[in-house]
């Protein structure tokens, strides 16, 4: 199917243009007037808006990742002009936009190769988040095969954005899907996290016995938030 943008204006709430983006996909603001869009060459399609919200230009930069061997996931996180992503075979890319251009400012692995033998990967759906002062990285992890990527995350690691080296590693209170920092001086980490209420073992003994579909009954949707600097569970918000 054909992708395209629809841009509107908010302040007179009028459809102003639609804009294709022939074999691109997901939208992410940059700069002033633009738009970048994550493509199937394994780069990106900046399209640049007049004041009007209409095409100005479009480009497309270089490759800039493997998008067969090593795509880039889409839940990407934005400091300043420069979005940062993670791959599905656990690499950390950041890409900044210029005038000139999209460019790759930052490429290192999340995993050793020892971490990798022991299958552990990303997980979940927004699986990224930064601190922006303290320039602290926190991703979802765990250890499943590589099918798994979208799996709930049982840890969070700790990476420094500036050098790519690993801080910390914490284990969650609950499995999670998601993760967001908040960006003041005490920030707290927040889960998207699931509660059965029963012990990893029983959680195991169910899911043998009985099933996926009697796990997920006995489930309940959380939100964890936890002190982003030392790792300890603050409170759990139930459903």
Same mark, same amino acid.
């Given at each position: 199917?054909?992708?395209?943008?629809? &841009?509107?204006?908010?302040?007179?709430?009028?459809?102003?243009?639609?804009?294709?983006?022939?074999?691109?996909f997901?939208?992410?603001?940059?700069g002033?007037?633009?738009?970048?869009a994550?493509?199937g060459?394994?780069?990106?399609?900046?399209?640049?808006?007049?004041?009007?919200?209409?095409?100005?230009?479009?480009?497309?930069?270089?490759?800039?990742?493997?998008?067969?061997a090593?795509?880039?996931?889409v839940?990407?996180?934005?400091?300043?002009?420069?979005?940062?992503? &993670?791959?599905?075979?656990?690499?950390?890319?950041?890409?900044?936009?210029?005038?000139?251009?999209?460019?790759?400012?930052?490429?290192?692995?999340?995993?050793?190769?020892?971490?990798?033998?022991?299958?552990?990967?990303i $997980?979940?759906?927004?699986?990224?988040?930064?601190?922006?002062?303290?320039?602290? &990285?926190?991703?979802?992890?765990?250890?499943?095969?590589?099918?798994?990527?979208?799996?709930?995350?049982?840890?969070?690691?700790?990476?420094?954005?500036?050098?790519?080296?690993?801080?910390?590693?914490?284990?969650?209170?609950h499995?999670?899907?998601?993760?967001?920092?908040?960006?003041?001086?005490?920030?707290?980490?927040?889960?998207?996290?699931?509660?059965?209420?029963?012990?990893?073992?029983?959680?195991?003994? &169910?899911?043998?016995?009985?099933?996926?579909?009697?796990?997920?009954?006995?489930?309940?949707?959380?939100?964890?938030?936890?002190?982003?600097?030392?790792?300890?569970?603050?409170?759990?918000? $139930?459903?």
């Amino acid at each position: 199917p054909a992708t395209s943008i629809s &841009v509107v204006d908010l302040q007179s709430r009028q459809f102003v243009t639609e804009i294709d983006i022939p074999g691109c996909f997901n939208i992410y603001p940059v700069g002033n007037r633009a738009i970048n869009a994550i493509c199937g060459h394994g780069g990106f399609m900046t399209i640049v808006l007049d004041d009007s919200g209409r095409q100005k230009s479009i480009t497309r930069s270089e490759t800039l990742f493997d998008a067969m061997a090593d795509p880039v996931t889409v839940s990407g996180v934005r400091v300043a002009d420069t979005w940062y992503y &993670v791959s599905k075979g656990g690499n950390f890319y950041g890409f900044e936009y210029a005038a000139t251009g999209t460019s790759k400012v930052a490429q290192w692995p999340l995993f050793s190769d020892e971490e990798l033998e022991d299958n552990w990967r990303i $997980s979940g759906f927004q699986h990224l988040a930064i601190h922006r002062d303290t320039g602290r &990285v926190f991703v979802l992890v765990h250890q499943g095969d590589p099918e798994t990527f979208e799996d709930p995350g049982t840890h969070v690691w700790v990476y420094d954005l500036a050098t790519g080296e690993k801080l910390v590693e914490r284990e969650l209170e609950h499995m999670a899907l998601s993760i967001e920092v908040s960006q003041d001086d005490q920030a707290q980490m927040y889960a998207v996290a699931v509660d059965f209420h029963i012990s990893a073992i029983a959680q195991i003994y &169910v899911y043998l016995t009985q099933g996926e579909k009697t796990l997920e009954a006995i489930a309940d949707f959380v939100l964890d938030v936890y002190d982003a600097e030392d790792g300890s569970l603050q409170r759990t918000i $139930s459903e």
